[in-house]
């Protein structure tokens, strides 16, 4: 696929994370993690079940507290917000759920309301019945609207995640394994997805995968995560020209295999 | 051996006394803040009172049938089981009475509060417990939801307001099965009997009794809510969460009970 050239501002990190540690009990998971997210891209992180990959997007968005270090998200600094401060922030902040994490008890267009309607409540129905449309039109699932979360399928489940967290508009979206369990058409559907979501929405990503098609469909630039630090970061082909042997071996099993 | 043990990512774990007291005080630290946190919570906007209202829906009108049923057995069960015992002494003139006592003081809200317990308690534990896992209450939070508004308010301030109305009802349908029940043997009048009924009861029960069921349905509740809530382990913890809520529920409600009973009694 040839992506258009992207505007990515080199100058204005919307995401600054210095010194990061994390430990759940006796388990040290990210161990002095540095990074920064710049404006208008799409940064995947890769590594394997387990490194910290999904604590360190779910600390970006204030669902985790980090141990030690600063994590500053569109000028702010997470840990310090208050909690009216933090939902303000998470407007701006989209999170996509690797189960999609849709509501089981709402229809469609009840999980989509469900984010709108507590956020702006003076839309009137008619503003939130296009709001929803729109967003569903964007992810290619109108037609479920009045659908239950349990008659769709794991692909269009994904899909409908991705449009309850683009109804709030957010300038950055937290992807957590798109592609996860999904089959190899239906993960080609969503890297598209995440670019044209890039593309209509201006919106600046991180995108959690151990998938090395979806790294390279989707990804500006690659940040490898390894015994909880940031081994290497660079484009697709840099990063795997990388001699690190733990590099090597992922690309690989992922390849090889 | 421990298979972590050549992990350098794994620290030994440090105890003040040991696992298992540490885990129980955590727990008793963990309730308290949450709790505390309701407290908070419930009179800060915004005021979800549309998902109060389902709540209410759900724990008052869809526990109806099941506690008409269990009230008007209930009734009709300890009359015909009070009535040997006095009919031995020719006493079964006070058979109205007794039962208006025993049904308004103490099985009206102890039947209710368990089958409460059981019904609602283990629902919200598995509901909420479900939510959790699948990172439903997660998703809320990111979408700029406070989640424990949402759903463990709502359902706290449900269970308050509807278990004493529910008591009510089960107390009205016990006293009409026992009618039943002394009508079709004494021949008592609808009129005698719900007169005697109502002599028999003091401001006091009244009190004691809405004043218990309130703090039932707190309690059933705060339970409910806190072991969903706080489930965790994938299904299998969605199931200890609706075990859990209701155990402890039940558990709770007659520690209660012993406790209310004596501070009313001191009153009397």
């Given at each position: 696929?040839?992506q258009?050239?992207?505007?990515?501002?080199?100058?204005?990190?919307v995401?600054?994370?210095?010194?990061?540690?994390?430990?759940f009990?006796?388990?040290?998971?990210?161990?002095?993690v540095?990074?920064?997210?710049y404006?208008?891209?799409?940064?995947v992180?890769?590594?394997?079940?387990?490194?910290?990959?999904?604590?360190?997007?779910?600390?970006?968005?204030?669902?985790?507290?980090?141990?030690?270090?600063?994590?500053?998200?569109?000028?702010?600094?997470?840990?310090?917000?208050?909690?009216?401060?933090?939902?303000?922030?998470r407007?701006?902040?989209?999170?996509?759920?690797q189960?999609?994490?849709?509501?089981?008890?709402?229809?469609?267009?009840?999980?989509?309301?469900?984010?709108?309607?507590r956020?702006?409540?003076?839309?009137?129905?008619?503003?939130?019945?296009?709001?929803v449309?729109?967003?569903?039109?964007?992810?290619?699932?109108?037609q479920?609207?009045e659908?239950?979360?349990?008659?769709?399928?794991?692909g269009?489940?994904?899909?409908?995640?991705i449009?309850?967290?683009?109804?709030?508009?957010?300038?950055?979206?937290l992807?957590?394994?798109?592609?996860?369990?999904l089959?190899?058409?239906?993960?080609?559907?969503?890297?598209?997805?995440?670019?044209?979501v890039?593309?209509?929405?201006?919106?600046?990503?991180?995108?959690?995968?151990?998938?090395?098609?979806?790294?390279?469909?989707?990804?500006?630039?690659?940040?490898?995560?390894l015994?909880?630090?940031?081994?290497?970061?660079?484009?697709?082909?840099?990063?795997?020209?990388?001699?690190?042997?733990?590099?090597?071996?992922?690309?690989?099993?992922?390849?090889?295999k | 051996?421990d298979?972590?043990?050549?992990?350098?990512?794994i620290?030994p774990t440090?105890?003040?006394?040991?696992?298992?007291?540490?885990d129980?005080?955590?727990?008793?630290?963990?309730?308290?803040?949450?709790?505390?946190?309701?407290?908070?919570?419930?009179?800060?906007?915004?005021?979800?009172?549309?998902?109060i209202?389902?709540?209410?829906?759900?724990?008052?009108?869809?526990?109806?049938?099941l506690?008409?049923?269990?009230g008007?057995?209930?009734?009709?069960?300890f009359?015909?089981?009070?009535?040997?015992?006095?009919?031995?002494?020719?006493?079964?003139?006070?058979?109205?009475?007794?039962?208006?006592i025993?049904?308004?003081?103490?099985?009206?809200p102890?039947?209710?509060?368990?089958?409460?317990?059981?019904?609602?308690?283990?629902?919200?534990?598995?509901?909420?417990?479900?939510?959790?896992?699948?990172?439903?209450?997660?998703?809320?939070?990111?979408?700029?939801?406070?989640p424990?508004?949402?759903?463990?308010?709502?359902?706290?301030?449900?269970?308050?307001?509807?278990?004493?109305?529910l008591?009510?009802?089960?107390?009205?349908?016990?006293?009409m099965?026992?009618?039943?029940?002394?009508?079709?043997?004494?021949?008592?009048?609808?009129?005698m009997?719900f007169?005697q009924?109502?002599?028999?009861?003091?401001?006091l029960?009244?009190?004691?009794?809405?004043?218990?069921?309130?703090?039932?349905?707190?309690?059933?509740?705060v339970?409910?809510?806190?072991c969903?809530?706080?489930?965790?382990?994938?299904?299998?913890?969605?199931?200890?969460?609706a075990?859990s809520?209701?155990?402890?529920?039940?558990?709770?409600?007659?520690?209660?009970?012993i406790?209310?009973?004596a501070?009313?009694?001191?009153?009397?």
């Amino acid at each position: 696929m040839i992506q258009a050239e992207k505007a990515i501002d080199k100058n204005n990190p919307v995401i600054s994370i210095r010194g990061l540690q994390k430990a759940f009990g006796s388990l040290h998971i990210l161990r002095g993690v540095d990074l920064d997210v710049y404006k208008g891209e799409n940064l995947v992180v890769l590594g394997r079940s387990g490194t910290g990959k999904s604590v360190l997007i779910k600390i970006i968005s204030g669902l985790l507290l980090p141990d030690q270090g600063m994590v500053n998200v569109l000028g702010q600094e997470v840990a310090e917000l208050r909690s009216r401060e933090l939902m303000e922030l998470r407007l701006k902040v989209g999170f996509s759920f690797q189960n999609s994490a849709l509501y089981d008890s709402m229809t469609v267009r009840e999980n989509l309301e469900f984010p709108l309607v507590r956020n702006s409540r003076n839309l009137k129905r008619s503003q939130i019945n296009d709001e929803v449309e729109s967003v569903l039109d964007a992810v290619g699932l109108l037609q479920t609207i009045e659908q239950m979360p349990s008659e769709l399928s794991g692909g269009q489940r994904k899909r409908i995640g991705i449009a309850r967290t683009l109804i709030l508009r957010p300038e950055i979206m937290l992807y957590d394994e798109p592609t996860a369990g999904l089959d190899p058409i239906t993960c080609i559907e969503i890297n598209n997805l995440i670019n044209e979501v890039q593309e209509k929405y201006k919106t600046t990503a991180i995108i959690i995968t151990h998938d090395l098609t979806c790294a390279k469909e989707t990804g500006d630039r690659i940040a490898m995560l390894l015994d909880g630090q940031f081994a290497i970061q660079g484009t697709f082909e840099e990063v795997f020209a990388s001699e690190d042997a733990r590099v090597q071996s992922f690309y690989n099993y992922n390849f090889t295999k | 051996m421990d298979p972590n043990s050549d992990n350098p990512n794994i620290q030994p774990t440090k105890y003040v006394v040991s696992k298992k007291l540490d885990d129980i005080f955590l727990t008793v630290y963990d309730i308290y803040q949450f709790i505390l946190r309701f407290f908070k919570e419930v009179f800060l906007p915004p005021y979800e009172f549309k998902e109060i209202i389902h709540q209410c829906y759900e724990v008052g009108f869809k526990s109806l049938p099941l506690i008409s049923l269990t009230g008007f057995i209930t009734g009709v069960v300890f009359t015909n089981q009070s009535r040997p015992s006095l009919a031995n002494f020719g006493a079964t003139s006070w058979l109205p009475s007794l039962i208006s006592i025993a049904i308004v003081r103490a099985l009206a809200p102890l039947v209710t509060a368990l089958i409460a317990a059981g019904k609602v308690g283990s629902n919200m534990g598995a509901e909420l417990g479900s939510m959790k896992v699948t990172e439903q209450i997660d998703a809320m939070e990111v979408s700029a939801t406070n989640p424990f508004k949402y759903l463990v308010v709502s359902r706290i301030l449900a269970t308050t307001f509807m278990i004493p109305l529910l008591v009510m009802y089960t107390a009205f349908v016990a006293l009409m099965g026992a009618y039943l029940s002394v009508h079709t043997n004494e021949q008592t009048s609808f009129a005698m009997f719900f007169s005697q009924v109502f002599d028999s009861l003091s401001f006091l029960d009244l009190f004691s009794t809405s004043f218990k069921s309130t703090v039932f349905g707190f309690t059933i509740g705060v339970v409910g809510c806190y072991c969903g809530y706080n489930s965790t382990k994938g299904t299998e913890g969605v199931g200890k969460a609706a075990n859990s809520a209701v155990v402890a529920a039940m558990f709770l409600i007659f520690v209660e009970e012993i406790v209310i009973v004596a501070i009313v009694n001191a009153f009397r």
